[in-house]
Antibody, heavy 117, light 113 residues
Framework: EVQLVESGGGLVQPGRSMKLSCAAS????????MAWVRQAPTKGLEWVAT????????YYRDSVKGRFTISRDNAKSTLYLQMNSLRSEDTATYYC??????????WGQGTLVTVSS | DIVMTQSPSSLAVSAGETVTINCKSS????????????LAWYQQKPGQSPKLLIY???TRESGVPDRFIGSGSGTDFTLTISSVQAEDLANYYC?????????FGSGTKLEIK
């Protein structure tokens, strides 16, 4: 059974940093591209970043480019999202997802990031 | 950016009825190399993570009931739910993966009368 377990969320002040992790199990992690998708409270879904199966290629939405970094450790079957210079508009539940092509096949339960002073 | 426009934003139906949700993209999602439409549908039940229902516009994900049917091509797509059940109460989102940034529709809230 595919499992994706996010961690690292919480309350953070504007301008500070936070790193999210996603522990994967139940599939061969190193064979799949991965992504982060977020959802602001009571809002819709928003793609954040994607990384290829081997970490050689990464893609970001414009609003996080230069502030967020997606990475992975295939030996640990873990996906990361380093978030710097956080803004109030980054407040959301962040989901770790596996890629099927570029559709989001499996989703974690999400971790809530609240950016507030 | 490719803009995804979903309609309606909400609807309420009785169990057993058929529901149609529409999704229109601002440019074609048809890839000429693989001859496929890069469009997915997701279901998000209250308090849960989204779940992939349909990919490549009409391919049902494993384990998804066959009452969920995806159709359409180019810029116009439809998710049809036949014989709606109480458990189908959820928000439904379309998503294009033809190009980055990957974008979602704003969602359709399905309520059961």
């Amino acid at each position: 059974e595919v499992q994706l377990v996010e961690s690292g969320g919480g309350l953070v002040q504007p301008g500070r940093s936070m790193k999210l992790s996603c522990a994967a199990s139940g599939f061969t992690f190193s064979n799949y591209g991965m992504a982060w998708v977020r959802q602001a409270p009571t809002k819709g879904l928003e793609w954040v970043a994607t990384i290829s199966y081997d970490g050689s290629s990464t893609y970001y939405r414009d609003s996080v480019k230069g502030r967020f970094t997606i990475s992975r450790d295939n030996a640990k079957s873990t996906l990361y999202l380093q978030m710097n210079s956080l803004r109030s508009e980054d407040t959301a539940t962040y989901y770790c997802t596996t890629l099927l092509g570029a559709a989001f096949a499996y989703w974690g339960q999400g971790t809530l990031v609240t950016v507030s002073s | 950016d490719i803009v995804m426009t979903q309609s309606p934003s909400s609807l309420a139906v009785s169990a057993g009825e058929t529901v149609t949700i529409n999704c229109k993209s601002s440019q074609s999602l048809f890839g000429s190399v693989r001859q496929k439409n890069y469009l997915a549908w997701y279901q998000q039940k209250p308090g849960q993570s989204p779940k992939l229902l349909i990919y490549l516009a009409s391919t049902r994900e494993s384990g998804v009931p066959d009452r969920f049917i995806g159709s359409g091509s180019g810029t116009d797509f439809t998710l049809t739910i036949s014989s709606v059940q109480a458990e189908d109460l959820a928000n439904y989102y379309c998503q294009q993966y033809y190009d980055t940034p990957l974008t979602f529709g704003s969602g359709t809230k399905l309520e059961i009368k």
